[in-house]
C-alpha cells in the first residue's frame, strides 16, 4: 500500500493526521484536539478504582498496558462518558416533561435504554483491550453499574457459510456479519426488549459456537466492539437508505495508529500465539504452531497484506472521521492523542 494510497483514505475518513492543531488553536476543525498531558488532567481528581492485578487481566496479548495508561487515557474517557449518560438522562426527562400531556398510556416514553458506546478499529490495534477496560471503569460508577460487552464476531456467518459463498478469505470483511441480525441485535437493546441474546464467536475453534449466546438483559451501559462497527447503512435494493448499528450507539470511540505499527502488532501477536492458543490441538491453527520465527513472519506478513490491510484501508479507515473519539497510538500501544468531536 502506498503512502498515496494511504492518505487518501485518511483523507476519506475525515482525518488529516499530518496537520496539527493544539489547544487553542483557531484553525476550524470537527474535533477538539488534546495531547495526553492535557487529556489526563481532566480526571485528575477521579481516584482509580483498577489494581495491577485488573489491568493485566485486562490486557490483550501483545499490548503494553499499565496502570499509567490506564489513568491517563482511560480514566478520563470513563469520567466523560459518565457525564454523557447522565446528559442522556436529562434529555430523557425532557421528552417525558414534553410528552406528558398525553398521559402515561399514550406518551410512548418508558425508562431510558440503555447507553450504547460503539469500539471500532483495525485487527490488532487494541480496541478489544480498550472496551475492556471501559466495561471495568464504567462499571465503578454509580450511574451505571450494569455495564455489558458484546463483540460483533458472535455476528460472523458460520465458517460453512462462509465457504458456501465463497468468502472464507474474506472474513472480517463486512460482507461476512449477518449483518441483519447485528443490526436486529442493537435496535432491541436500543428499544428497551427486555432480554437481548447475541452468538458467541470461538477464536480458539475460528468459528460461531452452536448454540451458544451472550444474553443481555438491559444495562446501563452496552459496549459493542469490533472492526466495521461504524459503517454507513448500505443502500437498499429499493434505492433507499437502510439503517446502520452505528445509529443506535450514543457514543462511538475508534483506536487508531499508522498502519505500519499495527502490521508489526499484528505479526508479533502472531509470533506469541504460536505458544499460547495455537499450541492447543483443537486450535483452528494448530498447523502453525510449529513454524520457525522465519517462517510465523512471512505467513503473518502475508496474512496482513493479503486481508487485514486490504480490509482496514477499504472499510475500516474510512470510518474513522464517523467516531466521537479517536484514540491515537504511539508505536509502543501507548495512545499519544486525542480528538473529541465538538457539539
Sequence with gaps: MSENDLDTARSIAGIRPKRRFGVGSTARTPFVELDRKSWAT??????????????????GLGERIDLDEVSEVYLPLSRLLNLYVKGKGALHHATQTFLSPLGPENSGVEAPTPFVIGVAGSVAVGKSTTARILRELLARWPDTPRVELVTTDGFLFPNAE???????????????????????????????????????????????????????????????????????????????????????????????????YIRQWYIDRFLSL????????????????????????????????SINEPNLIENVLPTRGRASLVLTKAQHHRVKRMLLRKL
Design 274 to 305: 504460536r505458544s499460547g492458543a495455537f499450541a492447543n490441538p483443537e486450535s483452528y491453527f494448530h498447523r502453525y504452531a510449529s513454524l520457525d520465527d522465519d517462517a510465523a513472519v512471512t505467513l503473518a506478513g502475508d496474512i496482513w497484506s
Design 42 to 59: 481532566l480526571a485528575a481528581s477521579t481516584p482509580l478504582p483498577l489494581t495491577d492485578a485488573d489491568v493485566t487481566r485486562l490486557s
Design 162 to 260: 462462509l465457504a458456501r459463498r465463497g468468502i472464507s478469505d474474506r472474513k472480517g470483511f463486512p460482507e461476512s456479519y449477518n449483518r441483519r441480525a447485528l443490526l436486529r441485535f442493537v435496535s432491541e437493546v436500543k428499544s428497551g426488549v427486555p432480554v437481548v441474546r447475541a452468538p458467541v464467536y470461538s477464536h480458539l475453534t475460528y468459528d460461531i459456537v452452536p448454540g451458544a449466546e451472550v444474553v443481555v438483559r438491559q444495562p446501563d451501559v452496552l459496549i459493542v466492539e469490533g472492526l466495521n462497527v461504524l459503517q454507513p447503512a448500505r443502500p437498499r435494493v429499493d434505492g433507499r437508505q437502510g439503517l446502520a448499528v452505528s445509529d443506535f450507539f450514543d457514543f462511538t470511540v475508534y483506536v487508531d495508529a499508522k498502519t505500519k
